[in-house]
Protein backbone atom coordinates (compact mmCIF):
# COMPACT_ATOMS: atom_id res chain seq x y z
CA UNK A 1 0.00 0.00 0.00
CA UNK A 2 1.35 3.90 -0.83
CA UNK A 3 -0.25 6.66 0.51
CA UNK A 4 0.73 9.65 -1.60
CA UNK A 5 0.79 13.87 -0.02
CA UNK A 6 1.84 17.02 -0.46
CA UNK A 7 -0.09 18.17 -3.69
CA UNK A 8 -1.43 21.33 -3.77
CA UNK A 9 -1.55 24.81 -5.20
CA UNK A 10 1.51 26.91 -5.85
CA UNK A 11 2.47 29.87 -7.85
CA UNK A 12 5.04 29.38 -10.58
CA UNK A 13 8.91 29.56 -9.59
CA UNK A 14 7.27 27.53 -5.95
CA UNK A 15 7.71 24.70 -4.61
CA UNK A 16 6.58 21.89 -2.72
CA UNK A 17 7.39 18.48 -1.29
CA UNK A 18 5.17 14.88 -2.35
CA UNK A 19 5.52 12.47 0.13
CA UNK A 20 4.92 8.41 -0.41
CA UNK A 21 4.42 6.20 2.68
CA UNK A 22 4.80 2.55 2.45
CA UNK A 23 2.82 -0.16 4.32
CA UNK A 24 3.35 -3.94 3.64
CA UNK A 25 6.93 -3.15 1.50
CA UNK A 26 10.15 -1.06 2.26
CA UNK A 27 11.97 1.02 0.30
CA UNK A 28 15.11 -0.17 1.19
CA UNK A 29 14.78 -3.25 -1.59
CA UNK A 30 12.52 -1.94 -3.94
CA UNK A 31 12.81 1.11 -6.19
CA UNK A 32 10.13 3.96 -5.79
CA UNK A 33 9.33 6.28 -8.43
CA UNK A 34 6.54 9.36 -9.42
CA UNK A 35 4.81 9.52 -12.64
CA UNK A 36 2.31 12.40 -13.43
CA UNK A 37 -0.51 12.79 -15.17
CA UNK A 38 -2.57 16.00 -16.78
CA UNK A 39 -6.14 16.09 -17.69
CA UNK A 40 -6.18 14.86 -21.52
CA UNK A 41 -2.74 13.46 -21.51
CA UNK A 42 -1.16 9.86 -21.07
CA UNK A 43 0.72 9.35 -17.49
CA UNK A 44 4.06 9.68 -17.77
CA UNK A 45 7.34 9.09 -16.43
CA UNK A 46 8.76 11.97 -14.05
CA UNK A 47 11.58 10.47 -11.32
CA UNK A 48 12.89 6.96 -10.28
CA UNK A 49 15.41 5.71 -7.15
CA UNK A 50 16.45 2.24 -7.77
CA UNK A 51 16.96 0.23 -4.39
CA UNK A 52 21.08 0.70 -4.90
CA UNK A 53 19.87 4.69 -4.69
CA UNK A 54 20.70 5.21 -8.61
CA UNK A 55 18.09 7.59 -9.66
CA UNK A 56 16.59 8.73 -13.12
CA UNK A 57 14.63 11.81 -14.21
CA UNK A 58 12.52 12.73 -17.20
CA UNK A 59 14.14 15.77 -19.29
CA UNK A 60 11.21 17.64 -18.28
CA UNK A 61 12.29 18.25 -14.57
CA UNK A 62 16.11 17.36 -14.62
CA UNK A 63 17.74 19.97 -12.13
CA UNK A 64 14.30 20.75 -10.57
CA UNK A 65 13.33 17.66 -9.10
CA UNK A 66 14.73 15.70 -6.81
CA UNK A 67 13.14 11.93 -5.93
CA UNK A 68 15.28 10.60 -2.69
CA UNK A 69 13.87 8.05 -0.01
CA UNK A 70 13.98 7.93 4.20
CA UNK A 71 13.90 4.18 4.60
CA UNK A 72 13.66 4.43 8.58
CA UNK A 73 10.36 6.24 7.86
CA UNK A 74 9.80 3.78 4.89
CA UNK A 75 8.80 6.85 3.05
CA UNK A 76 9.71 8.87 -0.59
CA UNK A 77 9.69 12.10 -1.79
CA UNK A 78 9.74 14.37 -4.69
CA UNK A 79 11.14 17.78 -4.05
CA UNK A 80 9.92 20.53 -6.79
CA UNK A 81 11.44 23.18 -7.16
CA UNK A 82 11.04 26.05 -9.65
CA UNK A 83 7.71 24.74 -10.65
CA UNK A 84 5.74 25.61 -13.86
CA UNK A 85 2.34 25.46 -15.11
CA UNK A 86 3.03 23.16 -17.14
CA UNK A 87 4.02 20.67 -14.14
CA UNK A 88 0.44 20.93 -12.83
CA UNK A 89 -0.95 17.25 -13.21
CA UNK A 90 -2.18 14.60 -10.58
CA UNK A 91 1.16 13.44 -9.06
CA UNK A 92 1.59 9.24 -8.53
CA UNK A 93 4.29 7.29 -6.67
CA UNK A 94 5.00 3.74 -7.59
CA UNK A 95 6.82 0.85 -6.08
CA UNK A 96 8.31 -2.49 -6.89
CA UNK A 97 10.97 -4.89 -5.73
CA UNK A 98 11.95 -6.29 -8.65
CA UNK A 99 12.03 -2.82 -10.65
CA UNK A 100 16.21 -2.68 -12.77
CA UNK A 101 17.88 0.44 -12.64
CA UNK A 102 17.24 0.96 -16.63
CA UNK A 103 13.91 0.23 -16.56
CA UNK A 104 12.85 2.96 -14.14
CA UNK A 105 10.68 4.58 -15.91
CA UNK A 106 8.80 2.16 -17.17
CA UNK A 107 5.49 2.00 -15.62
CA UNK A 108 4.20 -1.90 -16.27
CA UNK A 109 7.41 -2.39 -13.71
CA UNK A 110 5.68 -1.11 -10.54
CA UNK A 111 3.55 -3.56 -8.77
CA UNK A 112 2.30 -1.59 -6.34
CA UNK A 113 0.55 2.52 -7.04
CA UNK A 114 -0.42 5.20 -4.84
CA UNK A 115 -3.49 7.34 -5.49
CA UNK A 116 -2.52 10.91 -6.97
CA UNK A 117 -2.05 14.26 -5.28
CA UNK A 118 -2.82 17.07 -7.52
CA UNK A 119 -0.34 19.36 -8.24
CA UNK A 120 -1.55 23.01 -9.70
CA UNK A 121 0.84 25.60 -10.45
CA UNK A 122 -0.25 29.15 -11.37
CA UNK A 123 1.39 31.79 -14.11
Known amino acids: QLQASGGGLVQAGGSLRLSCVASGLTFRTAAVAWFRQAPGKEREFVAGMHRSGGTTYSTSVKGRFTVSRDSAKNTGYLQMNSLRPEDTAAYYC???????????????????WGQGTQVTVSS
Open 94 to 112: AAGPSVILGNLASQSAYVY
